[in-house]
């Protein structure tokens, strides 16, 4: 299966700050790289697809990058609704894979 | 607008079948492209992808969990079904169904079902 390693397992933030967490694929997945939201109680949510592009409806302060092997979501103004955690998932080989999360905490 | 609702027993014992029914709306399971997947989540955990079947048909099915998965479709009734046999403790978790499509995988979700296996 192919591995998917989220780093950091938890970050503690403020509102404002600019906030970068990664994923690193064991094997090379293309740009086949989505990048879900879970708020606490919540079902996840689809923020970025094919590793950079920004679903409907998304603010622009959430991006996303990387291709082959390594990943990265950014939120460049940190907003207190965006305290969740952050996964993402390859799709370019079965089975499709999760990386276990990166958790946003307040400060 | 796209709706998903997860329904299912609750809770059951260890060996048993667990069958999951998936209603949606806003769109079609017939329609070329469309898909409907299932994930689920242990309390406090990640998320696992289980299975995914398409307009056509195809089902694929996550190979961990052996031949234990069957995904089925009513197209008439805008329904997706989950059943996973011999179901034991470490089958508890929370289960979704999302909205699968080319290109945009997961793009809604429903609002997810706990399913307790206990004895």
């Known amino acids: 299966n192919t591995v998917m390693t989220q780093s950091p397992t938890s970050m503690f933030i403020s509102v404002g700050d600019r906030v970068t967490m990664n994923c690193k694929a064991s094997?090379?997945?293309?740009?086949?790289v989505d990048w879900y939201q879970q708020k606490t109680g919540q079902s996840p949510k689809l923020l970025i697809y094919?590793?950079?592009n920004r679903y409907t409806g998304v603010p622009d302060r959430f991006t996303g990058s990387g291709s082959g092997t390594d990943f990265t979501l950014t939120i460049s103004n940190m907003q207190a609704e965006d305290l969740a955690v952050y996964y993402c998932l390859q799709y370019n080989y079965n089975p499709l894979t999760f990386g276990s999360g990166t958790k946003l905490e307040i400060k | 607008q796209v709706t998903l609702k997860e329904s299912g027993p609750g809770i059951l014992q260890p060996s048993h079948t667990l069958s999951l029914t998936c209603s949606f709306s806003g769109f079609s399971l017939s329609t070329y492209g469309m898909g409907v997947s299932w994930i689920r989540q242990p309390s406090g955990k990640g998320l696992e992808w289980l299975a995914s079947?398409?307009?056509?048909?195809?089902?694929y099915n996550n190979p961990s969990l052996k031949s234990r998965l069957t995904v089925s479709k009513d197209t008439s009734n805008n329904q997706a079904f989950l059943k996973v046999t011999s179901v034991d403790t470490a089958d508890t978790a929370t289960y979704y169904c999302a909205h699968t499509q080319f290109g945009v995988l997961f793009d809604y979700w429903g609002q997810g079902v706990m399913v307790t296996v206990s004895s």
């Open positions: 094919g590793a950079s």
């Open positions: 079947i398409w307009w056509n048909g195809n089902t």
């Open positions: 094997q090379n997945v293309g740009t086949n």
